[in-house]
């Protein structure tokens, strides 16, 4: 689903600012925070992605089927 895939790529794109601030400031457990959100954001895409390509592949199959 497209809100999947926004919701994930927001989620990297915060999860970048984070793991910047955190190198800049020298704050290792921001730093890692922020790498553990880029890596849910990726997930998140991810999954949106699967589902979106599962759902055309239904809908051109019902079509199909109607002929």
């Keep these: 689903m497209v809100k999947q895939e926004t ?3 927001l989620e990297q794109l915060q999860g970048r600012g984070k793991e910047l601030v ?3 400031t ?3 457990d921001l730093e890692l925070e ?3 959100q880029q890596t849910e954001g990726e997930v998140d ?3 949106g ?3 979106r390509k599962v ?4 809908d ?3 079509e199909k089927i109607k002929g």
């Design 7 to 9: 919701r994930g790529k």
């Design 22 to 24: 955190g190198i800049l």
């Design 26 to 28: 020298g704050d290792s």
């Design 34 to 36: 922020g790498d553990r």
């Design 45 to 47: 895409e991810s999954l």
């Design 49 to 51: 992605k699967a589902r």
């Design 55 to 58: 759902g055309e592949l239904v």
């Design 60 to 62: 051109r199959a019902a």
